[in-house]
């Protein structure tokens, strides 16, 4: 299976947007577990504040 590869000095556009398309999605994925953790947080310091809630 042959790489692809431009001459020097040039980049392959096509190789260029699949960088650019997986920088994205690592990014989105990395926003996203840290919006979640913060999530997580404030959660567990409202029930910190709140422990009467939690119990059925």
Do not use: C
């Not at 699949?18 to 920088?23: D, E, L, N, P």
């Amino acid at each position: 299976m042959a790489i692809a590869t431009a001459p020097r000095g040039r980049s392959n556009p096509a190789l260029t947007a699949i960088r650019q398309a997986f920088g994205a999605i690592a990014t989105a994925l990395i926003v996203t577990v840290e919006i979640y953790r913060e999530a997580i947080a404030r959660r567990d310091a409202y029930y910190a504040r709140h422990p009467y809630l939690g119990d059925e």
